[in-house]
């Protein structure tokens, strides 16, 4: 079987692939695996003995020639686009899979001649189309952020039909290289027995935690727990590497744009903790089972955190968070919540943390920041609890809703599945008492009611879609009628958009309207059939939220 997955994006994505990979050659062990990559997807995933074979996409280069807006210099885009595609559409593939979510990449998987196609794709209608319901999931999180419970990799991996995957390490580093790299801290008088690991850049500044607070908390953790400091980055991070270095001291090293990729692995894996912004070192750390501490302020954790258990993050505790457009942010006040002894207590203490539970290790941070660890959950979907005893929140019941209700929805569980009442009580385990029982109880109560009007709307697109299915099938068809009925159907999904609002409903709105995108256009009536179907399953969808609220109203007055 021969495969090609697409993706062209950065050094996290490239690095997520990394399981995706193991779990398809595990489950075809006699297939080969290609990827259409940018260069640095390139020089990351090529050392993977999964990988057969890569193709180069110089989409850096190919786009500084087409910004100049000469002739010559399109011609030549031109001309280097082609020959790096060239040896991929001569090539029959068995299945294409493409985790670029792009438009071009999208009419790229429909073009190359494949039997089967997976992921973000199109078709001779430049129509965005997937057959898979996970990639519906997905559309739908990217305007739901803060209602998002599934991490890219698990997202990723149902969309391959993937039922489990490699856990961490997944990534290997030669004893050479951690030999090496061991005699070169050691002659820099770095002690290799206590390394923590510093990422102060990222890609924007709004990803950014301010390079004083890194500086304190290397200086804190050198001087109070006799660790060593080595601080990471690229060529471009350096003066920010040296910032922090001079603000730490002796016990630090500053290697920022002094690593090659198999360096910068090998360092990380002999860091005892890496403490990072949301950046593509979190993931290789991740990747070479390096716990990590991840501090994230505008991208969410639930969905781009470091796969593997018995990782950290902390995130500021805003109802803002995590962005949705990070543009309309000026402030970016963010940035300030977490504090460098908050983290020193997660570095120092973070097992025992998460074994006790308790309450006021945040000091300070209480109420300005929240801390959660990885874990799997019982059907392999990576999760995140909290650190700390805190009363559970409505909005946290509402994700635990959406988790539940979906994992139904696609098939990964069945009414039959006892381990979710488990799952359930468990997860209301990791949480202190309410202290408002009435107040929680009157929002799911309001919550209840949101879902019956919801399914009002629900129905009456179903009634919709059903006589616009009729009118196609009459002998002779009133298209005034129909087009009328078209344009009452715009309405209905206008209408579940207000009812949704802010809430995790709105995840059904959503969702209905990606579904409904990925149905083909051309056939009228095909188009009507499967809209009846998308109307019904998104009823038996607010029907299964409503079951698990009426549920954990019950768990919670039992509990009160």
Not at 153 to 177: A, C, E, K
Not at 334 to 352: F, R
Not at 450 to 475: C, F, S, Y
Request: with cysteine; charged share 20%; proline share 4%.
């Amino acid at each position: 079987m021969e495969i090609l997955i697409i993706q062209i994006l950065r050094m996290g994505d490239a690095l997520q692939l990394v399981p995706l990979m193991q779990g398809i050659k595990e489950l075809f062990p006699e297939s080969r695996l290609s990827l259409l990559t940018s260069r640095l997807g390139a020089g990351i995933l090529s050392p993977q003995p999964e990988v057969d074979d890569i193709f180069v996409l110089e989409k850096t280069e190919i786009a500084a020639l087409m910004e100049t807006g000469t002739k010559q210099d399109t011609l030549s885009a031109v001309d280097r686009l082609a020959k790096n595609l060239t040896p991929v559409f001569i090539k029959p593939w068995d299945w294409v899979i493409n985790f670029s979510y792009s438009f071009a990449t999208a009419q790229l998987s429909f073009l190359i001649d494949a039997k089967h196609r997976s992921g973000f794709t199109a078709n001779k209608h430049r129509q965005y189309i997937s057959k898979e319901k996970w990639f519906a999931y997905s559309m739908a999180s990217f305007v739901n952020r803060r209602y998002s419970v599934y991490n890219w990799v698990d997202i990723n991996r149902h969309i391959l039909g993937l039922r489990g995957l490699p856990h961490p390490p997944v990534v290997t580093v030669s004893d050479d290289l951690r030999q090496k790299a061991v005699r070169y801290l050691k002659k820099n008088k770095i002690n290799t027995k206590s390394l923590v690991g510093l990422v102060p850049g990222a890609s924007g500044p709004h990803k950014r935690w301010p390079a004083e607070k890194f500086g304190r908390l290397g200086r804190v953790l050198v001087e109070r727990h006799a660790k060593n400091i080595l601080i990471f980055g690229d060529d471009t991070e350096r003066t920010i590497g040296n910032q922090v270095k001079q603000l730490v001291g002796a016990g630090a090293i500053n290697l920022a744009g002094e690593t090659s990729l198999e360096d910068l692995k090998t360092y990380l894996s002999l860091c005892d903790v890496l403490v990072t912004n949301d950046t593509g070192p979190m993931h290789l750390a991740a990747a070479v089972a390096t716990p990590t501490i991840g501090l994230f302020f505008s991208t969410h954790f639930v969905e781009t955190g470091p796969y593997g258990a018995g990782h950290l993050v902390l995130h500021p505790a805003m109802d803002c968070f995590p962005c949705q457009n990070t543009a309309a942010c000026e402030d970016k006040y963010c940035l300030d919540y977490i504090t460098p002894e908050t983290v020193e207590q997660l570095v120092v203490n973070g097992k025992e943390l998460i074994d006790s539970g308790r309450q006021n290790f945040l000091g300070p941070d209480i109420g300005l920041v929240k801390a959660h660890f990885s874990d799997f959950d019982p059907w392999g979907n990576l999760q995140w609890l909290p650190v700390e005893k805190r009363p559970i929140s409505f909005d946290t019941l509402q994700r635990l809703f959406l988790k539940v209700v979906w994992l139904y929805y696609a098939d990964i569980i069945d009414d039959l599945d006892d381990s979710v009442t488990n799952y359930i009580a468990q997860t209301f385990a990791r949480y202190d008492t309410v202290i408002d029982a009435s107040r929680l109880a009157h929002q799911l109560g309001h919550y209840l009611e949101k879902l019956n009007a919801l399914d009002g709307v629900l129905k009456d697109g179903q009634k919709t879609a059903l006589a616009i299915q009729r009118g196609l099938l009459a002998d002779n068809i009133d298209v005034a009628a129909i087009q009328q009925l078209g344009e009452k159907l715009s309405q209905k999904e206008a209408a579940l958009e207000e009812i949704g609002g802010q809430s995790s409903l709105n995840f059904i709105r959503e969702l209905t309207v990606a579904l409904q995108e990925n149905i083909e256009k051309a056939a009228p009536l095909d188009l009507s059939t499967k809209t009846i179907a998308v109307y019904r399953d998104m009823r038996a969808f607010a029907a299964g939220l409503a079951k698990q609220a009426e549920t954990a109203a019950k768990m919670l007055s039992a509990g009160s």
